[in-house]
């Protein structure tokens, strides 16, 4: 049995997860964010015409399965390095990204398995002052930035596909065979980033939080809440704080922009959400008081807005996808 799959994760900087002295040059346009990637790539080559991503990693697998065995097998693909748009008032210049060489260690085999992992990237178009363990203590320099994908596949004809590792920055999204978004990093952590110093190259991953994508509709949500005409609150919870408990009363809506959120219902975990998901509509529709507990499981920065930032008609839709107790 031949069994095929495919991955790509593209990698964007979003406005939100810039924080200290770097963030003034992207105010002043020195650099730039991006707008998120699409939710289905239908031309890698285009949206990098259009710098639209900062790199791009590519997977491309096979395997032919006999009696439960991988007995041939492949992999092809890599990195796509972006590029970076400066502008100094009315001029501009492009620098592109340095690539490193890929990644792609042998597979490993098992009883009715095999999994290939792949690690693309390169060093930024732009560098900037780093601190550094030894005198002089800092230094001027470009970091690097990465994501490794793994796809498993299975004699039955099963695929699974995930992020096994990525730098702390920027914000990595994993798109399936079928080039739709599946898949996302649950944290962008820009300092962790900048003082960097494990690398594949080096012989050492970084561990990623992985989370499923959000819904199209919190996607176009998202967008409302942070582009609309009132600007939100944007709140940041340490590890264990509860952003909001069951049975309080509660009207605003919140928009997680990065991090991980636990979300409880009685006392037991129905499950974990990653940067996208728009909470809190069903108090807005139902009762006014919050029907589960939300924790945060990783550092969190969250949006919250008003009621009134959406058309009741989408919250409506949003909250019976939200049912997920009715789900267990």
């Known amino acids: 049995m031949l069994v095929r799959s495919h991955a790509t994760s593209l990698s964007w900087i979003p ?13 002043a346009g020195i650099s730039h964010y991006d707008d998120p990637p699409p939710d289905k790539i239908e031309d890698l080559e285009a949206l ?4 639209r991503f900062r790199f791009a990693n590519r997977l491309s697998v096979w395997a032919e399965f006999e009696n439960g065995q991988a007995v041939a097998y492949g992999a092809e693909g890599g990195g796509v390095m972006g590029a970076t748009t400066v502008r100094v008032g009315p001029l501009g210049a492009t620098f592109a990204a340095v690539g490193l060489p890929d990644l792609r260690p042998e597979p490993q085999l098992g009883d009715g398995w095999i999994r290939f992992t792949q690690s693309a990237g390169g060093r930024t178009a732009l560098p900037f002052p780093r601190t550094s363990g030894t005198a002089p203590f800092a230094r001027w320099q470009s970091p690097l930035v990465w994501t490794t994908l793994a796809i498993t596949l299975h004699a039955d004809g099963r695929t699974e596909r995930t992020l096994s590792g990525a730098s702390p920055f920027p914000r990595h999204w994993v798109y399936d065979a079928e080039e739709v978004l599946a898949l996302k990093a649950g ?14 190259w080096g012989a050492e991953d970084s561990p990623v939080v992985v989370t499923a994508a959000e819904t199209a509709l919190e996607r176009e949500l998202s967008r409302l809440i942070m ?10 919870l340490a590890s264990g704080q509860t952003l909001v408990r069951q049975g309080e009363p509660g009207s605003s809506l919140f928009l997680l922009l990065d991090g991980v959120l636990t979300v409880d219902v009685d006392g037991r975990t129905l499950g974990e959400l990653g940067p996208g998901v728009v909470l809190g509509e069903r108090a807005v529709l139902e009762t006014g008081h919050r029907t589960a507990t939300l924790t945060a499981l990783t550092p969190v920065r969250v949006a919250e807005a008003t009621a009134d930032a959406i058309d009741r008609a989408a919250l409506q839709h949003l909250a019976e996808g939200h049912r997920r107790e009715e789900h267990q």
Do not use: C, H, N
């Open 48 to 51: 990098r015409r259009a710098d």
């Open 15 to 27: 406005s939100e997860a810039v924080k200290g002295y770097t963030r003034t040059m992207f105010e």
């Open 227 to 236: 582009r609309g005409g009132r600007k939100p609150l944007v709140r940041e």
């Open 187 to 200: 944290i962008t952590d820009f300092k962790a980033w900048a003082a960097q110093t494990a690398t594949p």
